[in-house]
Structure formats: C-alpha cells, structure tokens
C-alpha cells in the first residue's frame, strides 16, 4: 500500500478510536445509573473498532516490515507486541464486564481509556514514522543475494 493511502487509514482507525474513547470519558461523568447501560453498549463498539484498526495495522503496516527485517522490522516487531499486550488488557477488561462495584468499574473503565489513548498516541507517532517503509518496494531477494555475494 502507498504512503499516503497508509496514513490516511492509519488517520481514520486513530481518528474513529480517539472519538470514541472521548465519547466514553464524557459517558463515564453521567450518574452511574444513566452511565452503566451506554457503556455496556460501547465496550462492544470499542472492541469493533479496535479490531478493525488491529487488523489493519497488523497485516498492512507491521506484518510486512517484520518479514522485510532490518531496523524498520524491529521496531514494527516491537509494536506489534505492544499491541498485543494492550489488546490482552482491554480484553480482560472487556471481560471482567460490569461489576457490583459501580466505583470501581467506572474506576477500571477510565483507567482502560487512559491505557488506551496514550497507546494510540504513541503508536500513531512511532507508524507515521515506518509508514514510509513499508510503502518501499521489497528488495529483491535475487538482487539482495547477488549484492551480498560481489
């Protein structure tokens, strides 16, 4: 894929999380008994969009420098298993589903926001900056052997 096709969709899932996470901030600030029934609603959207902006990531930025190696595959290899570690998070949280403890929930929803919007941010910055990478066209392995080789 293209750069600029790259961060556009890279600038769509980030935009479409982003808004949703800001959405469920001001949610989480109604009274409980108003809250409780909309977040249950948009734990699932969330879950929509963010496997939506994993799959996408995952196959058409990380994948690829991964299998290309050098340092643009390293750091696309170290993201990929950020992401993963954040994923097994929110899953747990997603999980866990709402608790009798009100407070706590609420606690547990915000800090899964918190995780989740300084995940996002950083990632955006550290993918805009592989982008061009994994736009490249692949080095032959042909040409990279009969360099390797003279």
Same mark, same amino acid.
């Given at each position: 894929? &293209?750069?600029?096709?790259?961060? #556009?969709?890279? @600038?769509?899932?980030? %935009?479409?999380?982003?808004?949703?996470?800001? &959405? @469920?901030?001001?949610?989480?600030?109604?009274? =409980?008994?108003? *809250?409780? =029934?909309?977040? @249950? /609603? /948009? !734990?699932?959207?969330?879950?929509?969009?963010?496997?939506?902006?994993?799959?996408?990531?995952?196959?058409?930025?990380?994948?690829?420098?991964? !299998?290309?190696?050098? *340092? =643009?595959?390293?750091?696309?290899?170290?993201?990929?298993?950020?992401?993963?570690?954040?994923?097994?998070?929110?899953? #747990?949280?997603?999980?866990?589903?709402?608790?009798?403890?009100?407070?706590?929930?609420?606690?547990? &929803? @915000?800090?899964?926001?918190?995780?989740?919007?300084?995940?996002? *941010?950083? %990632?955006? %910055? %550290?993918?805009?900056?592989?982008?061009?990478?994994?736009? *490249?066209?692949?080095?032959?392995?042909?040409?990279?052997?009969?360099?390797?080789?003279?």
């Amino acid at each position: 894929m &293209e750069t600029p096709r790259l961060i #556009a969709e890279l @600038t769509r899932h980030h %935009e479409a999380v982003l808004a949703h996470l800001a &959405e @469920t901030r001001r949610v989480l600030r109604l009274p =409980p008994d108003e *809250a409780l =029934p909309l977040l @249950t /609603r /948009r !734990r699932w959207a969330l879950v929509r969009l963010l496997r939506g902006y994993q799959l996408f990531k995952h196959v058409e930025l990380f994948d690829p420098l991964i !299998r290309r190696g050098g *340092a =643009p595959g390293a750091a696309a290899a170290a993201m990929k298993a950020r992401c993963v570690l954040v994923g097994d998070k929110v899953s #747990a949280h997603i999980r866990s589903g709402s608790s009798a403890d009100v407070r706590g929930y609420l606690a547990a &929803e @915000t800090a899964v926001i918190d995780l989740l919007q300084a995940h996002v *941010a950083r %990632e955006g %910055e %550290e993918a805009r900056r592989l982008v061009p990478a994994a736009s *490249a066209p692949a080095a032959s392995p042909v040409r990279a052997a009969a360099l390797d080789a003279g």
